[in-house]
């Protein structure tokens, strides 16, 4: 019977990087992916790379890691990330002052500028200037999130590493200690054992009766071809309602309802925004239901419409291109910041989920972990370590 050093449970971006680090450290490792296609959140992701946003002193260093750490990748990785650097425009609403708005900004570590509307739409001429009061902007980092992944998994492979696809629907626990998983066709065991399965890491861990504060959303968007228009830009709102529904929806009050099916804890929001790939292709959207049933149904023709019309009204040139829904589930924690480390109460079971800043924190992140694992002190992990 093989036992790996680490098993790695999920293979989108953060299970891709923290596989193809824990290979570089040496250890033998194993990474689980329930869908060959890849259809979770890394692959309908906007790919943007938000490295000025940082707070704190700790978003700050994993930013400014980040950041070089993707202008390096493409020729680690021996793949073409597609990594850029373009100006995200900010949208201010119609109907909120600008000024105001922008102090909410002041505190991050690359604060954007305030442009007027006619500013705005020289920078990004496809805006309705009728629909803002003004806008933001910054440079902005961008990749494709697909190319990143499937280099970190190759570059895994080259070296050593194993994948396997099937859905993970056990882990292996004898006492206290978590000795490798089980899939719907087949047993693996491992020393020490990594959920990096997103969205699906809590109703995971539930069945094995750990508990942890980390939530999911259901977010919509839709993908178009190749198109002829060209969108200059990565354009968001300046106010991202997201935030502040994930901030509602893990309150310690709302947390009990997340074990249960069937619960809408908080209303849905719309922020309506965009960005078109090298590719030609646009990504649209986006919706982000708080549903605690991760397979819970969505009216997709509704929804569909919805985004249609929110973007449409920012950006009107794209309302009526050709395209297609999508739906995903994305992670995220009580606190903005990403769960990394030990699992309480359990050996050999680790977490590396609830990333609300995911491809600029992975990266460097996945480096940290590694080197923590492999005896290396560290001063990051353990400011992100998992509680019950």
């Given at each position: ?220 968007m839709i993908e178009t071809p190749k198109v002829d228009l060209m969108l200059r830009t990565l354009v968001m709102p300046a ?150």
């Amino acid at each position: 019977m093989k036992i790996y050093d680490w098993i790695v449970v999920g293979g989108g971006i953060t299970g891709a990087a923290l596989g193809y680090e824990l290979r570089q450290k040496g250890f033998s490792v194993l990474i689980i992916e329930q869908d060959a296609t890849f259809q979770g959140a890394t692959r309908y992701s906007y790919g943007g790379l938000a490295y000025w946003s940082a707070t704190s002193e700790l978003t700050r260093v994993l930013c400014a890691e980040g950041i070089e750490r993707h202008r390096t990748l493409s020729a680690e990785l021996d793949t073409d990330t597609e990594f850029r650097e373009l100006d995200l425009v900010l949208t201010i609403a119609a109907d909120r002052n600008p000024e105001e708005v922008a102090t909410a900004y002041q505190n991050f570590a690359i604060p954007p500028t305030l442009l007027t509307v006619e500013e705005a739409c020289k920078l990004e001429p496809l805006l309705n200037p009728n629909a803002i009061a003004g806008a933001l902007t910054v440079r902005h980092g961008h990749i494709n999130p697909e190319r990143t992944t499937q280099g970190y998994l190759q570059a895994f492979h080259r070296a050593g590493g194993e994948l396997e696809f099937a859905p993970v629907v056990e882990l292996l626990q004898k006492g206290n200690c978590i000795q490798g998983v089980k899939t719907t066709n087949q047993i693996y065991h491992a020393a020490n054992t990594v959920i990096c399965a997103g969205g699906l890491s809590r109703a995971l861990l539930q069945a094995t009766g750990i508990h942890v504060h980390v939530y999911f959303t259901h977010a919509e968007m839709i993908e178009t071809p190749k198109v002829d228009l060209m969108l200059r830009t990565l354009v968001m709102p300046a106010t991202m309602q997201r935030f502040q529904l994930e901030d509602k929806a893990s309150t310690l009050e709302v947390d009990p309802l997340w074990d249960e099916p069937g619960h809408e804890p908080v209303p849905p929001i719309l922020d309506a925004g965009a960005i078109q790939f090298l590719d030609g292709s646009l990504r649209m959207g986006q919706i982000s239901r708080v549903l605690t049933d991760p397979n819970a149904r969505i009216d997709s023709v509704k929804s569909e419409a919805a985004i249609r019309t929110s973007v449409g009204n920012i950006l009107p040139t794209l309302e009526n291109l050709p395209g297609t829904w999508h739906h995903c589930l994305v992670a995220f924690s009580s606190n903005s910041l990403p769960l990394v480390g030990i699992l309480p109460g359990v050996e050999g079971a680790y977490l590396f989920s609830g990333f609300t800043n995911p491809l600029v924190f992975v990266p460097p992140l996945a480096q940290h972990f590694a080197n923590w694992v492999a005896g290396q002190e560290d001063k990051i992990v353990p400011q992100l370590s998992p509680t019950g």
